[in-house]
């Protein structure tokens, strides 16, 4: 658990599904920043000995880190809306659970990052009273992996940059 993340109020109930849902996109931008810090490590290695799997790991890193990047503006913006549904939790269920399989083997500390976010939106769904579909069952299945193909372009565009920016 992050320690910084609270879940109750000052009069000591449990916080809003709303709430709960800033607090979700606050813990996605933080661990996005921590894999920013493992993608800077990765490519000053990679730079050092041209390795082809630390570049496809740089990659990966990166891919995930976009992938948190889209679902905390996405988390931002329910939380607005005030939007907590089925289908909208299904959604991050979903792209949590495709991440996880995609880039879980990046190592011990990415697959347990991902499976508390994850369990993070099931105790949502619990406080809201909704119940989760099936991670990969239809329409949210098809929008994780449309979510997954934006963050791989994101990632190939700031791969190129970063490689490109230090062989100026």
Not at 36 to 62: N, S
Request: glycine residues 8%; charged residues 25%.
């Amino acid at each position: 658990m992050i320690p910084w993340l609270r879940r109750r109020g000052r009069s000591g109930s449990f916080a809003s599904p709303r709430v709960r849902l800033l607090e979700l996109a606050v813990a996605a931008r933080y661990n996005a920043s921590r894999l920013g810090l493992l993608a800077a490590r990765l490519r000053r290695t990679y730079e050092r000995t041209r390795d082809p799997a630390l570049a496809k790991m740089l990659r990966d890193v990166l891919t995930l880190q976009a992938v948190l990047e889209i679902l905390s503006v996405r988390l931002e913006t329910l939380a607005e809306v005030g939007a907590v549904t089925s289908d909208s939790l299904s959604l991050l269920r979903s792209v949590l659970s495709a991440a996880r399989q995609a880039y879980g083997a990046l190592g011990p500390s990415v697959d347990g990052m991902l499976a508390e976010l994850e369990n993070l939106v099931a105790s949502i769904a619990a406080s809201a009273g909704v119940e989760l579909e099936v991670p990969d069952a239809g329409r949210a299945g098809e929008e994780a992996m449309r979510v997954l193909e934006e963050a791989r372009v994101v990632a190939e565009q700031r791969l190129g940059e970063l490689l490109q920016g230090r062989q100026d």
